[in-house]
T-cell receptor, first 117, second 114 residues
Framework: AQSVAQPEDQVNVAEGNPLTVKCTYS??????LFWYVQYPNRGLQFLLK??????LVKGSYGFEAEFNKSQTSFHLKKPSALVSDSALYFC???????????????FGKGTRLHILP | DSGVTQTPKHLITATGQRVTLRCSPR?????VYWYQQSLDQGLQFLIQ???????AKGNILERFSAQQFPDLHSELNLSSLELGDSALYFC?????????????FGPGTRLTVT
């Protein structure tokens, strides 16, 4: 079965510093990978996705993610963190199921990002 | 605002009861997904409907069921409720089906079972 792992429960970064939220994946075949963000008391919001092509994917709110096939990673990055980036971040992967039945997205456990003023 | 609406926002009920959660997808979206978010289990995929038909199934208990109606809104029915069913329940929608589509999430229904 396909899966993603987010090794850090929480990441603390000072405002203005670059941030990285880590994600590794385990899939058979080519991966479809996603990042979502959840602000307090809100539903998840789509940030970006990788399907094929350029390994550096640009998304919403200045975020980008780097796909690394050899390291099976898809880390989320931002050059300069804002206090408003504080939220819960989820990495996700497509799971095609059996014979494309039960084709769905599997989410990681989430990483809480704290941006310190 | 994602365009996905969920009602009610909060629900408090007792063990053994049955509740119905409602979701209206974004205009034009044919797929509806249901998720359960709890502190210990994280975000768990429950079930997906596409244009009225069940398309994908996740970790959905037999006590739970869902359907999607001709107007594309969906309902998640939870019965014989247990304390452990207390969680946030999210609905999401997308234009197509399959795991390659980004999903648009509603604000959630917070269920508390006492």
């Amino acid at each position: 079965a396909q899966s993603v792992a987010q090794p850090e429960d929480q990441v603390n970064v000072a405002e203005g510093n670059p941030l990285t939220v880590k994600c590794t994946y385990s899939v058979s075949g080519n991966p479809y990978l996603f990042w979502y963000v959840q602000y307090p008391n809100r539903g998840l919001q789509f940030l970006l996705k990788y399907i094929t092509g350029d390994n550096l994917v640009k998304g919403s709110y200045g975020f980008e993610a780097e796909f690394n096939k050899s390291q099976t990673s898809f880390h989320l990055k931002k050059p300069s963190a804002l206090v408003s980036d504080s939220a819960l971040y989820f990495c996700a992967v497509r799971d095609r199921g059996v014979m494309n039945r039960d084709d769905k997205i599997i989410f990681g456990k989430g990483t809480r990002l704290h941006i310190l003023p | 605002d994602s365009g996905v609406t969920q009602t009610p926002k909060h629900l408090i009920t007792a063990t053994g009861q049955r509740v119905t959660l409602r979701c209206s997808p974004r205009s034009g979206d044919l797929s509806v997904y249901w998720y359960q978010q709890s502190l210990d289990q994280g975000l768990q995929f429950l079930i997906q409907y596409y244009n009225g038909e069940e398309r994908a199934k996740g970790n959905i208990l037999e006590r739970f069921s869902a359907q999607q109606f001709p107007d594309l809104h969906s309902e998640l029915n939870l019965s014989s409720l247990e304390l452990g069913d207390s969680a946030l329940y999210f609905c999401a929608s997308s234009p197509g089906t399959g795991g390659s589509n980004e999903q648009y999430f509603g604000p959630g229904t917070r269920l508390t079972v006492t």
